[in-house]
Nanobody, 121 residues
């Protein structure tokens, strides 16, 4: 089995910064694309940023300019650095990864349980 565990969330003041981490563990041959998503109460889940296995990045509207996604393949970890946080960034942040567990089979998609980010004075 594969587990994705997010960490790094918490309470931060407007204008502050946080770095979220997503660690993949378990029976893993390779981690491919990984994305950070967020969901605020009453809203649909939206893409914040995603990164391919070779480091190409893409950002959703909300993540462009203030957020930076990166990864450390050796430890199966993806980070999301969030700067200049605003109250509207308050949400549960989830990571999602495509993970290959067996050669000869397509990668499967996994989701973590999420980490709460609250931006408030």
């Amino acid at each position: 089995q594969v587990q994705l565990v997010e960490s790094g969330g918490g309470l931060v003041q407007p204008g502050g910064s946080l770095t979220l981490s997503c660690v993949a563990s378990g029976s893993i041959l390779r981690v491919y694309d990984v994305g950070w998503y967020r969901q605020a109460p009453g809203n649909q889940r939206e893409l914040v940023a995603k990164i391919t296995s070779d480091g190409r990045t893409d950002y959703g509207t909300t993540g462009q300019g203030r957020f930076t996604i990166s990864r450390a393949n050796a430890v199966n970890t993806v980070y999301l650095r969030m700067n200049s946080l605003k109250p509207e960034d308050t949400a549960v942040y989830y990571c999602s990864a495509n993970v290959r567990r067996h050669w000869g089979r397509d990668p499967d998609n996994y989701w973590g349980q999420g980490t709460q980010v609250t931006v408030s004075a």
